[in-house]
């Protein structure tokens, strides 16, 4: 009897901590949601007051647009060496920081850095799927500042001006403080993630060399081949349609809604490359390349989208069509760079902090540097994309 008193006992006492184990997990549910849309904002220098515009914009659309199965979560530095990582929550007719982790000196120009900042977002906010908005200074595929041909030229770049309408390399003002492209897509892929969409609010980022180096860490890229005025992405406008099933073209249009009409400087141009039809087209200018060489004469000819002086960032699809000069070749190119590029808007004129407004007169909306004479562009040579395609 002692035997089967026992017996029971050791039952009962099981059945309660299976009981009390099980009433501890749904306690505490890991809710994986949709989509947690990650807005990266490193050090910038500069820009820190306009960041703070951006997420004021974000926080009146997470109040209108964004569903309970969507989360936004920001890392922002607001210093040199202090940054945070919040939630901008939904509270009713309120959005609401709430603080996840504070960092200090965070590594977020190496790979590592970038991928442990990551890791962080997807614990804090899981999510089966994720999309990055980036806030900061950029220069496209450019080597971060100090790289050999930067030091040999020493080209004034479009923040460095003073008294004029101000814009927006991946990264500060300063080379310690920026990123390269590789660095970034690494870093994103060593976090297991391949995001739904990259949105750049930087300067110079529609680019093909860094759109052909993100091919695998991002489906689509969204960003503008220009300057884009310090105020940046208007959120309040396209949150909506970057929230849930993102709208694409809605997106588009929203921009040039607001840069055909902005009091500061009515300009910008911007663009959505879809990553995934990359391969094909780099096949295309593969075979154009092996065919053609680029007749110099024409380099004035072919449209600039920046203010630099050698230009460094050309339409790509101009290029092309001054490079080659077989109608049928050409045209299967312009098809597929119509998948490739789906939707662009630009308004009659781009505007640069170094040369004011300047006229648009053909757009593909998609910039590329292999025609430039400039001496940064000399390292266009080492970019995946040069690569692939010569």
């Known amino acids: ?13 099981c059945a309660l901590m299976l ?7 749904k306690d505490k549910p890991t809710p994986i949601i949709d989509k947690t849309i990650f807005v990266y904002m490193p050090w910038s220098n500069n820009l820190t007051n306009f960041f703070y515009q951006n997420i004021s914009d974000l926080k009146e659309a997470i109040i209108n647009d964004l569903t309970d199965n969507q989360r936004v979560v920001v890392f922002f530095s607001t210093t040199a060496i202090d940054a945070s990582l919040y939630e901008l929550k939904k509270e009713g007719k309120e959005c609401k920081e709430v603080l996840l982790k504070e960092y200090v000196s965070p590594p977020f120009t190496t790979a590592s850095g970038i991928t442990s900042i990551l890791n962080d977002v997807k614990s804090f906010a899981p999510a089966l799927n994720f999309a990055m908005i980036i806030g900061s200074h950029g220069m496209g595929w450019l080597p971060v500042d100090g790289s050999t041909s930067r030091g040999y030229s020493m080209t004034k770049r479009h923040w460095e001006y003073e008294g004029v309408p101000m ?29 739904e969409y990259i949105l750049f609010d930087d300067c110079y980022m529609a680019n093909i060399e860094v759109a052909y180096d993100l091919k695998e860490a991002t489906h689509y890229l969204m960003a503008s081949t220009s300057e884009i005025m310090a105020y940046g992405m208007p959120y309040s406008v396209i949150g909506g349609s970057l929230f849930g099933n993102t709208n694409y073209k809605a997106v588009c249009d929203g921009f040039y809604s607001f840069y055909s009409t902005y009091e500061v400087m009515p300009c910008g141009t911007f663009s959505v490359t879809d990553c995934s039809q990359l391969y094909e087209l780099a096949q295309i200018m593969r075979e154009i390349n092996h065919k053609y060489t680029f007749d110099e004469s024409l380099l004035n000819t072919i449209q600039r989208l920046d203010g630099y ?3 460094l960032f050309y339409d790509y699809g101009d290029y092309v069509r001054k490079l080659c000069t077989d109608d049928a070749l050409y045209d299967e190119f312009q098809q597929q760079l119509n998948k490739a590029v789906p939707h662009h808007v630009h308004t009659p004129y781009y505007y640069s902090m170094n040369r004011g407004k300047i006229a ?7 910039t590329t540097s292999e025609p430039s004479t400039h001496p940064e562009a000399s390292e266009v040579v080492n970019t ?7």
């Open 1 to 13: 009897m002692k035997g089967k008193f026992i017996y029971h006992v050791c039952i009962c006492l």
């Open 19 to 25: 009981v009390f184990t099980s009433c501890k997990h």
């Open 167 to 195: 814009t927006r390399f991946f990264g500060g003002t300063e080379a310690k403080y920026q990123t390269d492209i590789t660095t970034l897509a690494t870093g994103i892929i060593n976090a297991g993630i391949k995001m």
């Open 309 to 311: 002086y050698p230009v």
């Open 360 to 366: 648009i007169n053909t757009f593909s909306g998609i």
């Open 384 to 390: 995946s994309w040069y690569k692939a395609t010569h």
